[in-house]
């Protein structure tokens, strides 16, 4: 990616993300320091009864049995494809370690439990961010989505609506709906991935080989300069809002090991 010039203003940026997420919290972190004003990073250690809360919404929402099918699919993970991801996301770090240079004293870090906490509100006041990147697990509150001037992203792994909550990419798959297999940016607002669209991103994969988790990591990544240049459109104020009024919308969970083998299966059978 070419480096940006002085002529082309640079919004100060923030990034909200995991402390566990080495891809987002350094790989992403120096790609927006290097072509913008990256000006905090606010790293997310969450306690374990966020994961508890978590795992009893997804139970109540789909039920001990196909519950039972998303415990199933993660220990398959654990045990077949936890390995090459791994590998991948450290090839992936080191091709943007040797792209961009390290975060400076010039990015101000803060840790927290929760992004809606008092603290992180108060970071966010602090820094002034005109935007601000939100790379996690958890709904923002609106008095912290509404504090960046020109709003608060997700890079959310699915096309939206069509694909909304967790997993985006996986289900798409699962639903042999290939061509919706991607990334949508949009602006928070206070549903779950409802806000203003103002992207369509997508990959070349190979599901056969790649992981649902490659492929959600490989739509964002394998997009920066696009990314960098719609990003450079809403800070400008001339970014168009792609229209999704009539579309059907679904809000879909984690993933179910009787679906991946379903679409494992297919796509198989397709390169035969």
């Not at 997420?21 to 350094?26: I, K």
């Not at 958890?138 to 608060?152: D, Y």
């Not at 080989?209 to 920066?224: A, M, P, Y």
């Amino acid at each position: 990616m070419s480096e940006p010039t002085d002529s082309v203003a640079r919004p100060r940026t923030l990034l909200i993300c995991h402390a566990d997420d080495a891809l987002n919290r350094e790989g992403l972190a120096r790609w927006l320091a290097a072509t913008t004003d990256l000006v905090g990073l606010v790293i997310l250690d969450e306690p374990a009864k966020r994961m508890r809360r978590r795992i009893q919404r997804e139970i109540q929402r789909i039920g001990y049995i196909r519950f039972a099918d998303v415990l199933a699919f993660r220990l398959y993970y654990k045990l077949r494809m936890s390995r090459n991801d791994h590998e991948w996301e450290q090839s992936t770090l080191t091709r943007l370690r040797e792209q961009f240079p390290p975060l400076t004293d010039e990015t101000r870090l803060i840790q927290a439990g929760s992004p809606n906490s008092a603290e992180v509100e108060q970071f966010l006041t602090e820094q002034r961010p005109d935007l601000v990147i939100a790379r996690c697990k958890s709904l923002l509150k609106e008095s912290v989505f509404s504090i960046p001037t020109c709003g608060t992203f997700v890079m959310h792994p699915g096309i939206c609506p069509q694909y909304r909550n967790a997993h985006g990419c996986f289900w798409a798959l699962a639903k042999n709906d290939r061509p919706n297999v991607g990334m949508t940016l949009l602006r928070i607002d206070r549903g779950i991935d409802t806000g203003p669209v103002y992207g369509y991103y997508r990959c070349q994969f190979d599901e056969t080989v790649e992981s649902h988790h490659v492929i959600q990591h490989k739509v964002v990544f394998d997009n920066l300069e696009p990314l960098h240049a719609k990003l450079l459109e809403i800070y400008r104020g001339d970014a168009k809002r792609i229209d999704t009024s009539g579309l059907p919308s679904g809000e879909w969970g984690q993933p179910w090991l009787t679906e991946y083998l379903g679409y494992l299966r297919r796509a198989r059978s397709r390169g035969l």
